[in-house]
C-alpha cells in the first residue's frame, strides 16, 4: 500500500496485479518509484527492469 501521490506522479486508486507475469519482482517496483521521485539507477536488488504500469 502506498499513501501519497509523489507530488502528482503517482495515480493512485488502483490495485496492480500480477499473477503469471514474468517480472513480479518487488525491487522492480522499487526501481519504478525511484525513477519517480527522479532517482535513475541502473538496478536496485535483484532486478534491473522496471514495471510498466506504475
Do not use: Q, T, W
Request: proline share 4%.
Amino acid at each position: 500500500m502506498l499513501v501519497g501521490g509523489a507530488g502528482g506522479r503517482l495515480r493512485g486508486g488502483r490495485v496492480l496485479d500480477y499473477p503469471g507475469k514474468p517480472n513480479r519482482k518487488m525491487c522492480s517496483l522499487y526501481l519504478s518509484l525511484l525513477d519517480r521521485c527522479d532517482i535513475h539507477l541502473d538496478r536496485f536488488g535483484d532486478s534491473n527492469e522496471r514495471l510498466a504500469e506504475v
